[in-house]
């Protein structure tokens, strides 16, 4: 018999719908149902359009996940979801869903934060995770530099973006250049094509004032402001646009100042386990930079495919959760769409 706990896991913090299966920190099955063509029109996420395909993704998305890991909801030990951060309507149909199938299967529930569960889905691939560690998350909506003590209860916020998130700035700056969304994969993909040294974008919080104040966060709306001087300058010229070559210097900006503070801080906390979190840590330029500078340390980097919003690392959160032994959720445990990355769990009214 094996004691390791099986739990599903449920993701809806934005557009994808994601659900998974995991046994202690084996992932048995993963899908995803994304509705980012959906958004593609738009340029960006419509909260409406992704909770509504939430909606119609999650029944048929939980029984295929269940198929896949060959078991029933009556096998599971406990069900985990995103209660937070997120969009509030697409983050509520997922916390629905589990509530009703924990209610119905007699079965612990986990709400737990989007943001631990990123660091969190390392466990599948490298087993239980040192600590302390620090944690470099970067997506869409978040950039944030974490100290993490123990992923099931300690996680510290060492810094963050003041303003835009790395990836969001990725997308703006693909639609600036004409680039489909979402567009961090976009830019990863002509960037290499071009000369990342071409054109010197600022690196945002960097300077020795910045230090004082700012030393852990990141501030990346100058950066995509000077991209747009830099191409109205060129327009106003008579210039093609080099698209190629302000993608890779672009994406040389980010990534320079994303590597070099998250190294820093494991140096000067005195922790030898870094671990790269989110959408943009499948960027490859990222990857790279981060292997060349955390020589001496542990460098742990999820599969690009577990680095995207998955149910695997709801699950992988939730089954760290069963395996300390600390309490479920209560009943209506709810969702909140800015829930702070220091409350790993939610539990909830009693």
């Given at each position: 018999m094996n004691d390791e706990p099986l739990v599903l896991g449920i993701e809806t913090s934005c557009d994808e719908t994601g659900v998974?299966?995991?046994?202690?920190?084996?992932?048995?099955?993963?899908?995803?149902?994304?509705?980012?063509?959906?958004?593609?029109?738009?340029?960006?996420?419509?909260?409406?359009?992704?909770?509504?395909?939430?909606?119609?993704?999650?029944?048929?998305?939980?029984?295929?996940?269940?198929?896949?890991?060959?078991?029933?909801?009556?096998?599971?030990?406990?069900?985990?979801?995103?209660?937070?951060?997120?969009?509030?309507?697409?983050?509520?149909?997922g916390v629905s869903a589990a509530e009703g199938l924990a209610l119905a299967a007699d079965r612990p529930l986990f709400g737990v934060n989007h943001l631990a569960a990123h660091v969190a889905v390392g466990r599948l691939v490298d087993g239980d995770l040192p600590s302390p560690a620090i944690a470099l998350l970067v997506s869409g909506g978040h950039t944030s530099l974490l100290r993490v003590d123990d992923v099931t209860a300690e996680i510290t916020p060492l810094g963050a973006t003041l303003d835009d998130a790395a990836g969001e700035a990725f997308d703006k700056v693909a639609r600036l250049l004409g680039l489909p969304f979402p567009g961090g994969p976009h830019i990863d993909r002509i960037a290499v094509e071009g000369d990342a040294g071409a054109i010197a974008f600022p690196r945002g919080l960097t300077s020795a004032r910045d230090d004082e104040k700012h030393r852990h966060d990141f501030s990346f709306s100058g950066l995509k402001t000077a991209v747009v001087r830099w191409i109205e300058a060129c327009r106003r010229d008579g210039h093609e646009i080099p698209v190629a070559d302000v993608a890779a210097s672009f994406q040389e900006a980010v990534v320079d100042v994303l590597t070099s503070k998250a190294v820093r801080a494991c140096r000067e906390e005195g922790i030898e386990t870094l671990i790269l979190g989110g959408g943009v840590a499948a960027n490859s330029r990222l990857r790279a930079m981060a292997a060349e500078r955390a020589t001496g340390l542990d460098l742990r980097i999820p599969p690009a495919r577990l680095c995207t919003d998955n149910g695997a690392m709801v699950a992988a959160l939730g089954s760290a959760l069963v395996a300390q032994g600390r309490p479920p959720s209560n009943p209506g445990v709810g969702a909140d769409s800015s829930l702070p990355v220091g409350t790993v769990q939610m539990l909830g009214l009693s």
């Open positions: 998974a299966v995991v046994r202690g920190t084996t992932l048995l099955a993963d899908v995803i149902a994304s509705s980012v063509t959906e958004h593609e029109r738009f340029g960006g996420v419509v909260p409406e359009v992704a909770s509504r395909a939430h909606l119609e993704a999650m029944s048929p998305t939980i029984d295929r996940a269940l198929r896949d890991a060959r078991v029933t909801v009556r096998d599971l030990d406990a069900i985990a979801v995103t209660s937070g951060p997120g969009l509030a309507g697409a983050l509520l149909v």
